[in-house]
């Protein structure tokens, strides 16, 4: 089995910032560093679309509405990624996924995704 769990998400006024963190658990721990994390968001009425993705050797790849606001990380020690988030402006909100894209390792082969974590930003 395995899980991601989300954490973080809230109301945040524009401009604010909000930290998102993505633990992942279960047959993914042991080769958690070889996954690419990645945070995806779907909006009311839209489809989900990627948000910045981080490899297994700490490469970060945004999102064109995100970059230069938002941060991607990783901590391997603790299984966990995360999304830190600055500048925060109304079209950011969605509930925000976490993904483990685990389909180039060898016998993984699969691909998992959280339960989502809501973000809104309103004055």
């Known amino acids: 089995q395995v899980q991601l769990v989300e954490s973080g998400g809230g109301l945040v006024q524009p401009g604010g910032s909000l930290r998102l963190s993505c633990v992942a658990s279960g047959m993914i721990s042991k080769r958690f560093n070889e996954y690419v994390m990645g945070w995806y968001r779907q909006a009311p009425g839209k489809q989900r679309e990627l948000v910045a993705t981080?490899?297994?050797?700490?490469?970060?790849n945004y999102a064109d509405s995100v970059k230069g606001r938002f941060t991607i990380s990783r901590d391997n020690g603790k299984n966990t990624v995360y999304l830190q988030m600055n500048t925060l402006k109304p079209e950011d909100t969605a509930v925000y996924y976490c993904?483990?894209?685990?389909?180039?390792?060898?016998?993984?082969?699969?691909?998992?995704w959280g339960q989502g974590t809501q973000v809104t930003v309103s004055s």
């Open positions: 981080i490899t297994s050797g700490d490469s970060p």
């Open positions: 993904k483990a894209n685990g389909l180039q390792i060898p016998f993984v082969r699969a691909s998992y």
